[in-house]
Every structure is written in C-alpha cells, then in structure tokens.
C-alpha cells in the first residue's frame, strides 16, 4: 500500500531526527576518495570509530538496504520512503553507510533469482556489511562478448569442479565471496551452456594477482581458479540458465554506475570551482570561461538527475526498460568524466598534485584517472551505445 502524504510527511521528520541524532559528524563530510567508502566484509579496515559506529546503526534499522525485504536485513521501506530517506541524508551531508557489490548487484539478482535459502544466507549478510562480493564475469578472451567465457565448471554429484581465468575482478583481493558465471554445457550454443554460481573466496584452488594502474592503486586483479570445489546448493537459478541472471545484473551494475558516480562529492563542483580560483565583488566565479562550462556541466546534471528520477517512477509502475540501463550508464559515464575534467582544471596544477595525502588535491589527479575507466566498467560505452541503437532506438544492426 502506498504511503499517504501525512504518512511520508511524519516518515520525514522523524527520519530527520534519528538521522541528526545518530549519523556522527565525521560522517556528514564529503568523501574525497575511495579510501573513505565503507565497504565492509571480514577483513575490511573501518578508517575511523564513527565508520564503524554509522554502518552498525544503519544496519540495525535495516537502512544500509532501505528497500529490501525486513526479513533479509533490509528496512521494508516504500519506494516513497526510500526517497524520504535519501532526500534527507542528502540534506544533511550524510555518507552512504556501507557500499557493495552486494548492494548494488548480487543482491537485486538474489532478490529475483535466489532459492529462499540463498536470501536468507546471503542477503542478510550483504546488508550488515559481513560478507564482500565481487564479480567474476570478464575474462581475458571474454569482456563485451561477455558469452564467449571459458571458465569451466564441471558437474559431479555433490558440487561443481571450476577450473579458468577471470580478469578486472574489482577488489578480488579483498573480498570474502564471488558470483561467477561459468560454462556448465560445453556443447551448447554460447549463450545457453553458461550457469550462475556463488563462492567462497577462501575456498581451496582460488588465487589472486592485484594489476596495478595509472592510478597508482590496484583496484582489480587477475583471478585464477585451480580444481575449486563449489558445492551444488551454491548455483542460482537453473543449470545452463545463468545467462538471464548474468543480464539482469548487467542492468542494475548500469543503473549504478551511471546513477551514482559523482553522488559521493557532496560539495558541488561550483562551489569548489569558486573557492579554488576566487569569486568577484558580486560573488561569480573569476575565470567566466570556466564558470560558462561548469554552468553547462551542472544544467546537464540536473537534467540527468530528473531523467534518473523519472526512470525510477516509470519502472515503479511497470513501465521500465532494461535496455535504458544502457543509455543512464553510457551518459553517467561521460558525466563524471566531465565532472572529474572540470574539477582538475579548477584546482589548476594543485590538480595535478600527486602525493598529498592532506589535501583533496592529492585524490583529484587520482580520482580523475580513475573516471577514464568508467567507459569501460560494466560494459564499454560503444557497446551501450549499439544497445540504445538497437533496443531503443529500433536501428538495424548484425
Ligand atoms: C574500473 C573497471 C572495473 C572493472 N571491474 C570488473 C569486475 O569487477 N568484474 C568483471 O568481471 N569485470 C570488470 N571489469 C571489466 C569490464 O567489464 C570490461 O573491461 C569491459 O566489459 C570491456 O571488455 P574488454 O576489456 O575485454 O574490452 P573488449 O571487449 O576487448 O573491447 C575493446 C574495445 O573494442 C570495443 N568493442 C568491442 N565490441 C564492440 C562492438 N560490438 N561494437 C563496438 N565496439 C566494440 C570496445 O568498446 C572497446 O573499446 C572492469 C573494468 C574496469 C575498467
């Protein structure tokens, strides 16, 4: 039943106020890198007390996962109320709590796709930041014709044999378990002989090779898969019928990746803009040629936003097409990019810093190599780009 105007409107303060007694002051600062995102998981090293303290009480009220069912660690909450809350968290600088493959992917696929069992095990785990996943889709002769993978699984009574190679697995390193697409019919047409399966990273067989970056860090790695042992209750959905979970997850990674890339600076480029090369007597910017492009970038922002808005209220009401995920990943994409370009030309060489370890210079050279690769996570933006000529735009293709 959808929540009445009072009803949202008594959700919105008393929101507000749990948020502003409970959300601790460290954790109403902007993000300035990835280093202060809170990914959970066994091994993850929360970079202060309040992280820590503001993931735990997020978790508890089921609001680490807002949407999700109560009974799977999630909050229950509408989708009015879920935009309630994010409004809210917004207007008081609020971080995200914790932030997950688990979240983002998994999670939606499991909702859809899992046995009860697997919610229950998997997707209370995810929305109390216990268990780090990562996505073992590409692989070397496998990224945007993603069907042709070779990692194979082989079936016994009791469990699969995995034996292969992924490659760019984000934070493979640092994660507790993968959902992995692996070949399970070796005869069948590409499409058709791949399955969906989950693992524990720490299972005998898996190995790691971090591959290091322009950047100077090492998001992703070569994953090898030696003889693991997988067993049979782990595999989602079908046998030879992964591909249909392999897409879906496809279109929320989009959705996300094109949703959310600049949504952790909470300080807008504009006012960054101006406190980096000074404003005049009438409080405008100092150099109009930088504030008539930071103008452009933000109107093409706004219009994004309420396109991401209106998106969102088209598939509440049934009307939703997957294929969009392709055209809110492609132009999010390019967005942050523009973003992370402007806000480089801001800082002028400060930009360009490298080691600062105080400043937000030092992350903005990082964060804006980093931005280049956005055209090529979760699908490159020529392959979305044949998606929208193709799905939405009805063009003829091969
Ligand atoms: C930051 C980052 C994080 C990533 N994290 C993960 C992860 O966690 N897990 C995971 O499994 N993968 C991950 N990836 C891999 C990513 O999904 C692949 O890199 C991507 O799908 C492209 O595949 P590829 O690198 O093999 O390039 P290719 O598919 O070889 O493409 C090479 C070039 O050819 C173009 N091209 C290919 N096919 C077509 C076509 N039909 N029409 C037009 N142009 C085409 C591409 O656009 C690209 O420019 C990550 C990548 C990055 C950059």
Redesign the pocket.
């Known amino acids: 039943m959808e929540a009445t105007t009072t009803d949202l409107d008594t959700f919105r303060q008393q929101t507000r106020t749990w948020l502003e007694a409970n959300c601790p002051p460290e954790m109403r600062r902007p993000v300035l890198s990835e280093d202060d995102i809170c990914w959970g998981g066994r091994h993850f090293q929360f970079q202060s007390e309040a992280q820590r303290t503001w993931m735990r009480r997020m978790a508890e009220r089921g609001w680490t996962v807002p949407a999700w069912p109560r009974a799977y660690g999630g909050g229950g909450l509408s989708k009015d109320e879920v935009k309630v809350l994010k409004a809210e968290m917004r207007a008081l600088g609020c971080r995200s709590p914790l932030d997950s493959f688990g979240i983002w992917m998994l999670g939606p696929a499991l909702l859809k796709f899992g046995s009860e069992a697997q919610k229950v095990e998997h997707l209370t785990k995810i929305a109390r930041g216990e268990i780090r996943w990562?996505?073992?889709?590409?692989e070397p002769g496998a990224?945007?014709?993603l069907a042709s993978l070779q990692t194979r699984a082989e079936v016994h009574d009791e469990h699969f044999v995995v034996n292969g190679q992924?490659i760019?697995?984000?934070y493979a390193d640092k994660s507790d378990w993968i959902f992995c697409l692996v070949r399970t019919d070796f005869g069948a047409k590409k499409h058709t002989g791949i399955s969906f399966i989950l693992f524990d990273m720490a299972s005998q067989g898996v190995s790691t090779r971090p591959i290091l970056l322009i950047s100077g860090k090492s998001?992703?790695c070569e994953t090898f898969f030696d003889d693991v042992k997988v067993p049979r209750a782990n595999l989602v959905g079908e046998l030879n019928a992964g591909w249909t979970i392999a897409k879906y997850l496809l279109t929320h990674e989009r959705e996300m990746i094109g949703g959310m890339l600049d949504s952790r600076a909470v300080k807008t480029l504009g006012a960054f803009a101006a406190d980096a090369v000074g404003v005049d007597d009438k409080g405008r910017m100092l150099d109009c040629g930088l504030r008539s492009r930071i103008a452009k970038f933000e109107i093409d922002d706004l219009a994004f936003r309420s396109l991401l808005e209106r998106t969102g209220d088209r598939a509440r009401v049934g009307q939703g097409d997957p294929a969009f995920s392709s055209a809110l990943k492609y132009y999010g994409a390019e967005l942050n990019k523009r973003r992370n370009e402007l806000l480089v030309s801001a800082a002028g060489s400060d930009g360009l810093e490298w080691e600062s370890t105080r400043s937000r210079e030092g992350a903005l050279a990082r964060s804006w190599l980093r931005s280049k690769?956005n055209s090529?996570?979760?699908?490159?933006?020529?392959?979305q780009l044949?998606i929208v000529a193709k799905r939405i735009l009805g063009l003829p293709g091969n």
């Open positions: 990562c996505q073992g889709y590409s990224g945007s014709d992924k760019w697995t984000s998001p992703f690769g090529i996570e979760g699908g490159t933006s020529e392959v044949n």
